[in-house]
């Protein structure tokens, strides 16, 4: 089965540096895609950004970097020089099988401080 | 293009009382699913439908129906609502079920049964 795993319930970050949030997966199929999602605090769900198991590279997103290493089946989440409206709810997913569905963790609460 | 629609945005039901959340989605997408969000945990799959007339079982189906009448409307009943349905409702949809398509999302639904 596949599982998602934050183990960061809640994170502080001070303005203008830089953060990871972690996430490890598990899944046995060889063919899957990693997502980290945004929900602020009006609860509409973010797309950030998304990396392929077979991609080689670490996928890029302005200030948003995924950190994949798959041999340890992580996807960290790097978000530099945070900003205050960075503070959020940051959810990792993952995506394959049949369904197509996502498998969502719990989530981490970031907290920029200024 | 107003992507996902979730309609209503919040409501309240009293134990018992029946009602449907409906979705729409305007970018021509196969794929449609509903998710529920319940606090400290990510979103979990409740139903998903890989096209037109077709629908499918989640992680969390029990108390659930849905219907896919026409290809850009998904939706989600509750014949009888408990407590225990009291969550938030998302609905998403993607071209397709494979691992790197993105899924896009709607503003939620809050349901509350008291």
């Known amino acids: 089965a596949q599982k998602i795993t934050q183990t960061q319930p809640g994170m502080f970050v001070q303005e203008k540096e830089a953060v990871t949030l972690d996430c490890t997966y598990d899944?046995?199929?060889?063919?899957?895609?990693l997502f980290w999602y945004k929900q602020p605090s009006s609860g509409e769900m973010i797309f950030l950004i998304y990396?392929?198991?077979?991609?080689?590279q670490n996928a890029t997103e302005g200030r948003y970097s995924l950190n994949f290493q798959k041999a340890r089946k992580s996807a960290n989440l790097v978000i530099s020089a945070s900003q205050l409206g960075d503070s959020a709810m940051y959810f990792c997913a993952m995506r394959g099988g049949s369904q197509g569905n996502l498998i969502f963790g719990k989530g981490t609460k970031l907290s920029v401080k200024p | 293009n107003a992507g996902v629609t979730q309609t209503p945005k919040f409501r309240v039901l009293k134990t018992g009382q029946s009602m449907t959340l409906l979705c729409a989605q305007d970018m021509n997408h196969e794929y449609m699913y509903w998710y529920r969000q319940d606090p400290g945990m990510g979103l979990r799959l409740i139903h998903y439908s890989v096209g037109e007339g077709t629908t499918a079982k989640g992680e969390v189906p029990d108390g659930y129906n849905v219907s896919r009448l026409k290809k850009q409307n998904f939706l989600l009943g509750l014949e009888s609502a408990a407590p225990s349905q009291t969550s938030v409702y998302f609905c998403a949809s993607s071209v397709a079920g494979g691992e790197a398509y993105e899924q896009y999302f709607g503003p939620g639904t809050r349901l509350t049964v008291t």
């Open positions: 990396q392929g198991s077979y991609d080689q």
């Open positions: 899944t046995s199929d060889p063919s899957y895609g």
